[in-house]
């Protein structure tokens, strides 16, 4: 795995995606290299305390020269102040890449299937964006509470029109549709053989639905996940 290193970042620019998830894109050292699914943490300094404060990779490693973050707002949250009120041309401090919760290259499974909520689809974006290209079958199973909380749904949309190896299925907790409802999890295929699934978010999401693929007859091995506190 690729050993962290400690850098600092400017911002190049930062955009609202919905209204409590920040995009914000960093640049990096020319040196710099991560996995598809690999986090970074900052130094938040505030108040006379700092912090680190660790976030997944949103683009690629295919996609050179920055680095973007999905930064989900907390009312009254340690770091949520300092995003907010960020300017381009602030500096972090930076340190990564972590995490091993990265495409597996050693199975055999050619279908994979990427179970998300929430901000949870970020490390998820990356690694089907980066794996798109090759002959395999990907399967994304991506649940929020409403419509506007699906984070990169038309991107998501129109990845699926282009690539024939990629299904998109999102699913809406909160509110009628005319896609998919409830929970993520309960969205699964009935054939749970010869497929690797990665699942990231929150604790409650990721516990339950590893269980039940467990229960379901599914090798550990063939389970990747990733927890955000």
Known sequence: MIKPTIF?????????????VILASFTIPNDFTFKAGQFVSIRI??????????????????????????IKLVVGGYASEVFEKMQKGDKFEFKGPFGHFVFDQETTNNE?????????????????????????KFTLLFGT??????LFNDEFKQMAKDNPNFV?????????????????????????????????????LVLETKDLLVSKGVDLKNIKFERYS
């Open 168 to 204: 998109y299925i999102p699913t809406l907790s909160r509110e009628n549709w005319e896609g998919k409802t409830g929970r993520v999890q309960e969205h699964l295929p009935e054939d749970l053989k010869n497929k690797t699934f990665y699942i990231c978010g929150l604790k409650e």
């Open 45 to 70: 300094n505030k108040d006379g305390e700092s912090k680190l404060k660790s976030y997944s990779i949103l683009n690629p490693p295919l996609q050179k020269g920055k680095l973007d973050l999905c």
């Open 145 to 150: 509470r409403t419509q506007k909380n699906l």
């Open 112 to 136: 994979h299937f990427f179970i998300g909520a929430g901000t949870g689809v970020v490390p998820l974006y990356s690694i089907i964006k980066e794996h798109l290209s090759e002959d395999k």
């Open 8 to 20: 600092t970042s400017e911002l190049l620019k930062k955009e609202l995606l919905t209204e409590d």
